[in-house]
């Protein structure tokens, strides 16, 4: 089973409107990451925060994260058509382990 | 430079086949990543190396998938006996160094179809 879960499933907004997706997960991490997918295409590493961290910005992008929730959330402002896509959030276990595990992922639709 | 890169970008084949499957990760990676992603969920980890060796290979689902990176560098995917819950897109992943910390560079996929 995957250990990120993200809300919502699907998202649908106008331009210029902010976009929040959440992502839930079981265990404790090491660091938390977001990736931004295009249809059809690969993943773009958007992020990374680490367990110690509570939040952490670039550009129109903010993440949070609440280790004592285990969740974390992907704010982007002032959406643009171009931000349509899919984002999954990904979390380590520890510092050494390659493996990351995703969620399913939020399908966001901004319309222009 | 260069970003990952795999080959084929489609493979078809039929059911009990064998394939390979084939990634080039950015000049200079160290680490080596494969993924699965079936339609509408996330990538699912499947092995990962850090030069040569598989450092982790607690994704590979059966026997029938096995993974080679005989140089460090470029890594084949190859499963066997292909069956049609395989159809997915895998997916290949590099970075500078090992370790979670470190950010992965994601290859386009290849679209694996078993029929």
């Known amino acids: 089973s995957q250990q990120g879960e993200e809300d919502p499933q699907a998202l649908s907004i106008q331009e210029g409107e902010n976009a929040t997706m959440n992502c839930s997960y079981k265990?404790?991490?090491?660091?938390l990451q977001w990736y931004r997918q295009n249809s059809g295409r690969g993943l773009v590493h958007l992020i990374l925060i680490r367990s110690n961290e509570r939040e952490k910005h670039s550009g129109r992008l903010r993440v949070t994260l609440d280790t004592s929730k285990k969740s974390s959330s992907l704010l982007i402002t002032a959406s643009r058509a171009a931000d349509t896509a899919s984002y999954f959030c990904a979390t380590a276990v520890n510092t050494n382990a390659g493996k990351s595990t995703f969620g399913d992922g939020t399908t966001l639709t901004v319309k222009p | 430079g260069a970003g990952v890169s795999q080959t084929p970008s489609n493979k078809v084949t039929e059911k009990g086949k064998y394939v390979e499957l084939r990634c080039d990760p950015i000049?200079?990676?160290?680490?080596l990543y494969w993924y699965r992603q079936s339609l509408g969920q996330g990538p699912e980890f499947l092995i990962y190396f850090q030069g040569t060796g598989a450092a982790d290979d607690s994704g590979l689902p059966n026997d029938r998938f096995f993974a080679v990176r005989p140089e460090g560098s470029v890594s084949t995917l190859k499963i066997q006996r292909t069956e049609r819950g395989d159809s997915a897109v895998y997916l290949c992943a590099s970075s500078l160094h090992g370790g979670a910390r470190n950010e992965q560079f994601f290859g386009p996929g290849t679209r694996l179809t078993v029929l």
């Open positions: 265990t404790s991490i090491n660091n």
């Open positions: 000049s200079g990676h160290t680490a």
